[in-house]
C-alpha cells in the first residue's frame, strides 16, 4: 500500500530540539518531539522522514486525527491494544 506523507510543519526549537508534524495519507498526525542528533543514524532526509511517518502512523492509529482526536475511552482502549 502507498502511503502519502506531507511534511506540515517542523520547528527548529534550538539546543537541537525539534519538533516534526506530519500527514499521513491525508490524516494530520499529532506532533513529535525529536533532536537533530537522532536525524543523524539516517543516511539521506528521505530514510529519516519514513522514520517519521511510521512513528506518526503509530500515533494516528492511537490517537486518531490531531484536528479530531478520539474520545479519552477509546484513546486508552488503543493503548491496551497495541498496534
Do not use: T, W
Amino acid at each position: 500500500m502507498q502511503v502519502a506523507v506531507e511534511l506540515v510543519r517542523y520547528n527548529d526549537l534550538g539546543n537541537g530540539d525539534v519538533q516534526v508534524q506530519v500527514a499521513v495519507n491525508g490524516v494530520l498526525a499529532p506532533m513529535i518531539d525529536d533532536h537533530k542528533s537522532s536525524r543523524e543514524r539516517y543516511d539521506s532526509d528521505e530514510a529519516y522522514f519514513a522514520y517519521i511517518a511510521k512513528q506518526s502512523e503509530c500515533l494516528i492509529h492511537i490517537y486518531g486525527d490531531a484536528r479530531n482526536p478520539l474520545p479519552m475511552d477509546k484513546i486508552l482502549a488503543r493503548q491496551e491494544e497495541g498496534f
